[in-house]
Structures are given as C-alpha cells and as structure tokens.
C-alpha cells in the first residue's frame, strides 16, 4: 500500500503552531515509508476563508519545508462532486431528505435534552417520503447512520475507541442551498485523494466516527486514523496568545530558524529516547506513532528558544550572515558598505553564541554597521565616567603602534597599557566596549577591535571623547 497522508487546514485563520506539528507529522509519516505528502486548503466556507490567510498558510508551510508534494488542492473546487455523492447516497436509500424548520430542530433538540436523550435529532424523516414535504421548503440530505451498535476505530495513537451508534446523530450532508456540509467534504476528498492515514488533532476524533460511517455508506476504504493530543499552554490550559498561539509567521519575523521550530514541534509529544536536536533526515527516518504521547503537550517558549539558540549555533555562518544582513537591510539608520557588510562576515561567530533568535542576533549585530556616535543605553551612558573616557582615549596611542593587526596582539597590547595605567583589564575593557559597540555586553572586545580595524576604533573612541568634551594632549 502507497502511503498517502494529508494535511488539511481552513483558511479562515493563520497557521498555528499546533497545525504546523500537523503538517509535520504527516509530511514525516509519508517520508518515513517513501510515500505521498498532499496538502488540501478547506475553504468550502466561502464567508469565512480568506486570501490573506490561505496566503498566510502556503507561503509558512513553504517556508517550514512542509509544501506538499503536488501542489494544494483547493477544496472549494470539488463542490460538485461533493455534491454527486450526497445523491448517489439518497439513490442507493443510504441517506434522506429532511424537511425540518429551524424552529422544528430547535424544539426537537430541547425536547430530548429536557427528556435526557442522547441524541438531539429524531430521525423524524428517515423513513417518511418526499411527497410529504411541506410546499416551498426546500430540504437539506442527511445521512441514514446506523441505529443500533456501536462504531469502532482502531487508532495509530489513541488505540482501540468505540462509541455507541444511538449517539451518532442522522447528520447533515448537504445544507438546504445545495452546499456540502465539512463531514462530507472531507470524506469524499480524502478518498479521491487516495489518502491512506487520516493524521490530525485529537478534537477531530468524534468527527471520525462520523466520517466512518459515511466511508462504509459509499463502500469505501477507510483510512487509518491517528489522532494527536493537542498542545497546550504552559499552565496546562486551552493555547492562546498569552501562551505561544501566534501565526507561524510571526515566529518567523521574531528571528526563529523554520528548522529550529519543526524541531521543537516534533519533540513536543513525541519522542525519540533522550535524543532532542534532531535533523530533518534522521526525524525522517525515526517517526513512529508508538512514540507519540496520549497527553496534551505542553507549549513551553524558553525550551523553544533554548533550541532555536543550539540551531542560530550550528548554522552555516556564511548563511547565517546572509540572514543577518537581509534583517539590517530594514534598518535606515545603518551603514551598509563592502567593509560594513564584511563585519558582519567576521564577526558572526562571536555575535550567534549569545543569540536565541535571529531577531536579538541582528540587533546584537548592529553596532558593526552604525554610524559615529554610537548610539548608548542607559547603563553604558553610566558606567562611561570622564575617567573611564581618559583611559580609552590614551589607549589610541597604544593600538596606533600595533605593528600586525590582529585579535592576539590587539588582547596583548591593551592588556599591557591596563598595567601601565595600574589599572585591572576590566577598567580599560568596559569603557572601551561601551565606545565601540554602545552596549556593557558584547562578543570579545578584543575580537571587536580587530574586525573594526584601527580607523574605525579611532574613529568611534574620538567621536564618543569629543561629544563628552574630553581630550588628551
């Protein structure tokens, strides 16, 4: 059997993280076995499905490398054969007219609630014909569902459930204007899709014995279905913004690695022994549901960031500088030439080990490219004293006589004038971090220095002196 699995988000919202570990699951699932990855928008909800977010969904599922195999299948397109189906059903007396007002369903549904019934729809035009349908209304079709025994599925992470059939409502197939209700929709596409495993969230599990059902009414080859936990926030309550529930893409502009993300999500609910940076090939060969949990996972930012900081770490630094300067590119207030980009290049390294998103990296990173005087915080305007910019000032002359520019003899010199002035490193190292880059905190200073170079350290020492009205004859 050709293993063929789907991942079907409504776009009348933005891709969240929970269905991204969707997506990732049935890509991985598919991948696994040398199978087939589809992708099916379901906008037959055509008040409610937008551009924007249909939009929103294919271009982060391609910048998650989770894009189908073929390209998406608009659902909203199949309405006829939708359509078909519902009456192929009523021809073979496997599904009905119903004819019931809204006011009707309403009384039927307090009715069995006040009777303490389990099911709200009565079945009252099951078996009566359409001859006594009331003049001008017009029906909506139902499906004839089985009255007595119980629907079982045997699910790839929930195992065996069951439920009673008297619980399964005779359900509505088409709506009174002709369009087809989701339960039916999503039957008939996933099997003209082909598709083999049903993989989603666990809240679709009731839909699931529905949908059964209507695959047995048709003749059909139920898919197998596995059914995930959902995620939750940190406090164990329902995803919301507070907790992490954003649109993917707003993850992407706070500086998260796609790659990074689908690793997180992946090991949010499953798992693979203790294992927890795992590549996309090895995630590949790895996924099972045997692993996957039956609890709620729970959404938990410092662990994203955590591994999102070992991803920034591992990056290809050529790469990484690339990305670093397309996000300086937004910046006007940047200086962006060959020796300004070429900063960047260098000092990479040192910039990415304190980083946990590519947004703090670009922001830690733009003291290479800004323009005399450098812009301070709060604490360095503190901490740079007319002492502090005295001793800075005489180091010039220092770092003027350096023979080979370079990290090593750069760290010897100024470590050399600090005694020279009885003074510990940390006098001469703060002040001259604060000059050069704005901030108390940076990659080495003495790292600094060198990819500045002696022009662009005397430049920015003499501007930050002069605008503090200090000199040094």
């Given amino acids: 059997m050709t293993?063929?699995?789907?991942?079907?988000?409504?776009?009348?919202?933005?891709?969240h993280i929970g269905g991204v570990r969707t997506a990732l699951f049935n890509y991985?699932?598919?991948?696994?076995?040398?199978?087939?990855?589809?992708?099916?928008?379901?906008?037959?909800d055509r008040e409610r499905?937008?551009?924007?977010?249909?939009?929103?969904?294919?271009?982060?599922?391609?910048?998650?490398g989770l894009s189908g195999d073929e390209l998406p299948i608009f659902q909203h397109k199949n309405i006829k054969r939708h359509q078909d189906v519902a009456k192929t059903l009523i021809d073979t007396g496997a599904a009905y007219y119903c004819y019931c007002s809204p006011q009707e369903l309403q009384e039927m549904r307090e009715k069995a609630l006040k009777e303490g019934k389990r099911s709200l729809y009565n079945g009252c035009w099951r078996d009566r014909s359409p001859a006594d349908a009331p003049k001008g209304v017009k029906p909506v079709i139902r499906l004839k569902t089985d009255l007595v025994g119980e629907t079982l599925i045997k699910d790839l992470v929930q195992g065996t459930v069951r439920?009673?059939?008297?619980?399964?409502?005779?359900?509505?197939?088409?709506?009174?204007?002709g369009s087809p209700t989701y339960m039916l929709s999503v039957v008939v596409d996933d099997h003209d899709m082909q598709i083999s495993h049903v993989i989603r969230g666990d809240d679709h599990l009731?839909?699931?014995?529905?949908?059964?059902?209507?695959?047995?009414?048709?003749?059909?080859?139920?898919?197998?279905?596995?059914?995930?936990?959902?995620?939750?926030?940190?406090?164990?309550?329902?995803?919301?913004?507070?907790?992490?529930?954003?649109?993917?893409?707003?993850?992407?502009?706070?500086?998260?690695?796609p790659e990074a993300l689908c690793n997180y999500l992946l090991r949010l609910g499953w798992s693979h022994g203790n294992d927890e940076i795992i590549s996309r090939e090895q995630a590949i060969k790895w996924f099972n549901f045997d692993n996957v949990g039956q609890s709620p996972s729970r959404f938990d930012l410092d662990k994203l960031n955590n591994t999102?900081?070992?991803?920034?770490?591992?990056?290809?630094?050529?790469?990484?500088?690339?990305?670093?300067?397309?996000?300086?590119?937004?910046?006007p207030d940047l200086i962006f030439t060959s020796d300004t980009k070429g900063r960047i290049f260098s000092g990479?390294?040192?910039?990415?080990?304190?980083?946990?998103?590519?947004?703090?990296?670009?922001?830690?990173?733009?003291?290479?490219?800004?323009?005399?005087?450098?812009p301070m915080d709060s604490k360095a305007l503190e901490i740079l004293d007319k002492e502090s910019l005295h001793l800075i000032y005489g180091l010039l002359k220092t770092l003027k006589l350096i023979d080979k520019w370079s990290e090593t003899n750069i760290e010897s010199a100024i470590k050399i004038y600090?005694?020279?002035?009885?003074?510990?490193?940390?006098?001469?190292?703060?002040?001259?971090?604060?000059?050069?880059?704005?901030?108390?905190?940076?990659?080495?200073?003495?790292?600094?220095?060198?990819?500045?170079?002696?022009?662009e350290v005397s430049l920015r020492i003499d501007s930050v002196c002069r605008k503090s009205n200090i000199s040094v004859q």
């Fill in 28 to 44: 991985l699932f598919a991948k696994r076995f040398s199978g087939k990855y589809l992708v099916r928008i379901e906008d037959t």
């Fill in 49 to 64: 499905s937008t551009k924007q977010a249909t939009e929103a969904i294919i271009n982060g599922l391609k910048w998650l």
């Fill in 163 to 177: 439920v009673e059939n008297e619980l399964i409502d005779d359900f509505i197939l088409l709506r009174a204007d």
């Fill in 206 to 257: 009731n839909n699931a014995f529905r949908q059964t059902q209507l695959f047995k009414a048709m003749g059909w080859t139920i898919p197998v279905f596995a059914h995930i936990p959902l995620i939750h926030g940190y406090d164990g309550t329902k995803m919301s913004k507070r907790h992490g529930a954003l649109g993917v893409e707003t993850y992407r502009d706070l500086g998260y690695l």
């Fill in 308 to 331: 999102n900081s070992i991803y920034i770490n591992n990056y290809n630094e050529v790469d990484l500088a690339y990305i670093v300067l397309k996000e300086l590119e937004k910046r």
């Fill in 348 to 374: 990479i390294g040192g910039l990415k080990q304190r980083a946990k998103t590519i947004e703090e990296l670009s922001n830690n990173a733009t003291f290479y490219l800004a323009k005399p005087p450098i």
């Fill in 418 to 455: 600090a005694e020279e002035c009885g003074v510990k490193l940390g006098k001469v190292a703060l002040p001259l971090r604060i000059a050069l880059t704005g901030a108390t905190t940076s990659p080495s200073i003495f790292e600094v220095v060198s990819i500045l170079g002696w022009d």
């Fill in 3 to 15: 293993i063929i699995t789907r991942f079907a988000p409504s776009p009348t919202g933005l891709l």
